[in-house]
């Protein structure tokens, strides 16, 4: 049977099946998508979508699918074949190890021109579908698709990119219905009983458990795992540092966050722990988490560790015995289910720790407040305590200040590096998805268009953005995607915070604590010496630039805490929607890591 819509057509009745009328897509025009661009253009027009255009295919894609997460829908990104595809690589391999859910649909060429192999990131996608004049039943791969989006496969149990290659001649061909020629199924999971048994059998009535969870947990299960802690006191819930955002502790004291620079009170309850079922940690083990939690624990606990996909960095303890590649969403539904039936009363509890745990935080950003550059008898405080400033003075203007927790409809967010590795050990928020943290996978400068994909969903208020001197002179496009949200919110303020050394100083820190010197050509000072970011940042936000425009050089603390408070609640002027720009401009005020004693 032939059908009576074309493949644009298709694809375009999909996506508003699946995400609604009045959806985002998201994209960066081009060759090989050109004939499907009068059905996308029309369901514009007729209100059933609306299109963002983005700076480029890898800022598209993060706005994609960061919108998306907060709506609970799968991101749309279309982009050409060749060099649209290749631009996108960049944010598909980082989606893909964040397990954000998006579908990228893009074209590929019939001929030599622009051609690539449209199965080239594979590597680096849940799935690829391809389709051609000859395929039988596309309206089915597109069905996978969105599943495989937010489900995964068997292979690989948690949401990713998904690509939908289509051959650029064809958009606006029918194509063939056979009812005996089937895509897509439903994933099959497997029992998971003896993974139980194991589990439980390590466990005795006066164990003590730590769950130590990741990113790749959905925010669903771990409020389940963190309602299972209530009940079960000798259960403790570990939260590693990229997944900080995803759940309030102050409502379970039995919760508590790791890192990343080690918060001590929660860490050292792995000393006395006698089991930790380790869950979805996944990429972090390479990352700025603890490599393998193994070495705190005592010589007799146990660990097990329960995983989305085998992968190619894994804890030094992992062993086929005691590792488990599983659908995790299922794990921990049939976990929780087997606790409630089978596991014993428990007679070892953990000590009630969220104050001490706070306790560190305030000590933490204290310490941060007034450090000074580590040169001799410097009198120049670090852009870690030009960024403590600032959330201290957020801090202060919540309701209790007894803990640092933030708690409006704003959204966090910092950078890749340094900056944000210090920042967000101090940024804690009350509600999940208010905060956006990345690790060392997120190419630098992406929380610039994955902050502009949230805000698209019209969910926050406000918005508070850091962001380096090294990542914002890489990718100052991004920045036009976030002026762009200004169009359809303009009563959106953005406190944009630029940490500007001129010389990215940060990567010579690293360098020199790996090799014991670092070079001019590393810390950029003569490539970055001539180059004024502010000045790049004001022609970039344009006339969305509030008049509040503040530069501080040294960090003038007191004007920077009153510029702060005017923002945060709306006096003197500090109302109308847009920009207020930050920078702190010091040559020697690179930020440096800290124990709190």
């Known amino acids: 049977m032939i059908s009576d819509e074309t493949i644009a057509q298709l694809i375009v009745r999909k996506i508003i099946d ?36 983005a700076v480029n295919e890898a800022s598209s894609i993060y ?16 982009c050409t074949g060749g060099p649209g595809l290749m631009t996108s690589a960049l944010a598909i391999g980082s989606i893909y190890n964040e397990a954000k859910p998006c579908i990228i649909f893009t074209g590929v060429a019939i001929n030599n021109f622009q051609y690539v192999d449209p199965f080239i990131l594979k590597s680096i996608t849940r799935k690829t579908f391809y389709i051609e004049k000859n395929t039988v039943n596309p309206q089915l791969m597109i069905d996978e698709a969105f599943d495989v989006a937010r489900n995964g496969t068997s292979s690989f149990t948690s949401p990713g990119p998904v690509i939908v290659t289509v051959d650029n001649g064809i958009w606006n061909n ?24 194991k589990i439980r059998n390590s466990i005795h009535d006066n164990s003590k458990i730590i769950i130590r969870v990741g990113e790749r947990v959905s925010q669903k299960n771990l409020l389940l795992l963190a309602e299972l802690t209530a009940k079960k006191c000798n259960f403790f819930l570990s939260i590693i540092f990229s997944a900080k955002d995803r759940i309030n502790t102050l409502k379970y004291p039995h919760v508590g966050i790791e890192g990343p620079l080690g918060n001590e009170v929660v860490n050292s309850n792995y000393s006395s722990a006698d089991v930790v079922v380790e869950i979805g940690v996944g990429v972090e083990y390479s990352m700025i988490e603890f490599q393998d939690v193994a070495s705190l624990l005592s010589k007799d606990a146990v660990i097990w560790y329960i995983q989305t996909e085998n992968l190619p960095v894994v804890p030094t303890s992992s062993n086929e015995n005691n590792t488990f590649v599983v659908h995790i969403s299922n794990f921990i539904e049939q976990w929780i289910e087997d606790i409630s ?88 928020h009350i509600d999940g998805n208010y905060t956006l943290n990345f690790c060392e996978y997120s190419p630098i400068g992406s929380s ?9 969903t019209g969910k926050y208020s406000d918005a508070v953005v850091l962001i380096g001197d090294g990542g914002f002179l890489n990718v100052t496009n991004y920045l036009i995607d976030l002026n762009n949200v200004l169009d359809t919110y303009p009563d959106i303020r953005i406190l944009f915070i630029l940490a500007n050394d001129h010389s990215y100083t940060n990567v010579a820190k690293g360098e020199e ?7 001019d050509i590393t810390s950029t000072q003569s490539l970055q010496k001539n180059i004024s970011l502010n000045d790049i940042a004001m022609t970039l936000m344009g006339n969305n630039l509030i008049s509040h425009f503040c530069l501080f050089d040294c960090l003038e603390t007191f004007s920077l805490r009153e510029y702060v408070n005017s923002w945060y609640t709306r006096q003197n002027n500090f109302n109308k929607g847009g920009f207020y720009f930050v920078s702190y401009t010091t040559t020697t005020g690179t930020p440096y890591i800290e124990h709190v004693e």
């Open 448 to 456: 610039v268009s994955a902050v502009a994909g949230r805000l698209y």
């Open 513 to 519: 604590h790996a090799f014991g010197s670092s070079t």
């Open 63 to 78: 706005m994609a699918s960061y919108w998306a997460e907060v709506e609970n829908k799968v991101g749309i990104h279309f």
């Open 18 to 53: 699946y995400n609604g009328v009045g959806s985002y897509v998201f994209g960066v025009c081009g060759a090989e998508w050109y004939l499907a661009g009068k059905d996308l253009s029309n369901a514009v027009n007729n209100k059933s979508l609306k299109y963002i255009h």
């Open 341 to 428: 039936e089978n596991y014993p009363i428990p007679s070892n509890c953990w000590n009630i720790n969220v104050t001490k745990e706070h306790s560190y935080d305030m000590k933490l950003l204290n310490k941060y407040l007034f450090q000074k550059s580590e040169k001799e008898n410097s009198n120049i405080l670090t852009t870690a305590a030009f960024y403590a400033q600032i959330l201290a003075e957020i801090y202060a203007c919540q309701e209790d200040t007894s803990v640092l927790c933030i708690n409006d409809d704003k959204i966090y967010s910092t950078d890749i590096g340094l900056v944000s590795f210090i920042g967000e050990s101090i940024l804690n």
């Open 174 to 197: 029918f194509y063939t219905i056979a009812d005996h020629k089937l895509f897509h199924s439903p994933t099959v999971y497997d029992d998971y009983s003896l993974i139980l048994n």
